[in-house]
């Protein structure tokens, strides 16, 4: 069945937790937490991370994420709580939206790493 992209943002919003800079400081204080930045490596190298953050892009996602994959980065466990963000917060829910479709319960979206970082800075 055709989707777009829209369809998949819905899906996605609806599945992943939207929640707020402060939310996320929280839940990164309370510990068990990762924080996933999906945005390509040129915009990393270009405007930084949040600190502490894993930087996995979008495309590899899966890779990282599946423990069974040769690609699999350690840092991806169900236990943890996750932490999405990219530029805007699209990409970000499409990837939580991925990582609960694999098993992952808790998933929440960021958003944006200018509204983070621009929260974080007030």
């Not at 402060?22 to 990393?44: F, W």
């Not at 479709?101 to 800075?121: H, L, P, R, S």
Request: hydrophobic share 40%.
């Amino acid at each position: 069945m055709p989707t777009s992209v829209k369809q998949m943002l819905e899906a996605a919003n609806a599945a992943v937790p939207k929640i707020s800079s402060d939310q996320a400081a929280e839940m990164i204080r309370s510990g068990n937490t990762l924080v996933v930045d999906v945005r390509d490596a040129p915009e990393v190298a270009a405007s930084g991370k949040i600190a502490g953050a894993v930087n996995v892009s979008r495309g590899m996602l899966e890779f990282r994420a599946d423990p069974e994959s040769p690609y699999h980065d350690k840092a991806f466990d169900k236990a943890k709580t996750v932490i999405l963000y990219c530029a805007s917060g699209g990409r970000s829910a499409l990837a939580g939206k991925l990582l609960k479709d694999m098993g992952y319960d808790k998933v929440y979206n960021v958003g944006g790493f200018k509204d983070w970082t621009g929260a974080v800075e007030k």
